[in-house]
């Protein structure tokens, strides 16, 4: 997935393509995508056409490099599934430190 957007509110976008396991390419001075990819890691961020050019040449010369984005990017963005998001919540209202008989 390639995204040169430089204004998004979330990644949704990039979580979507991580969930199909897809590697991810997109604009570096997006917050939101910055926030997300780990450069090189679980995706590419660049700035250029060149960039882009670059960053798929690699995934294309290297399939097993575009599947490694493509599952370590699956595995981050299950961290934002509603199940996950329902966990964090919950663990911040209910630490287990806390006893609910104390109330």
């Not at 690699?58 to 961290?79: I, T, V, W």
Request: aromatic residues 10%; proline residues 3%; hydrophobic residues 45%.
């Amino acid at each position: 997935m390639v995204n040169m957007s430089d204004s998004e509110s979330f990644g949704i976008v990039v979580l979507e393509a991580w969930l199909a396991r897809r590697p991810v390419v997109v604009q570096r001075n997006c917050l939101a995508f910055g926030e997300l990819i780990d450069d090189g890691v679980d995706g590419f961020l660049v700035e250029s056409v060149g960039d882009i050019c670059t960053a798929v040449k690699k995934y294309l010369q290297n399939p097993e490099l575009a599947l490694q984005h493509g599952e370590l990017g699956r595995a981050k963005a299950l961290d934002y599934s509603w199940e996950s998001i329902a966990g964090m919540f919950d663990k911040t209202l209910f630490p287990s430190s806390v006893s609910l008989g104390s109330f």
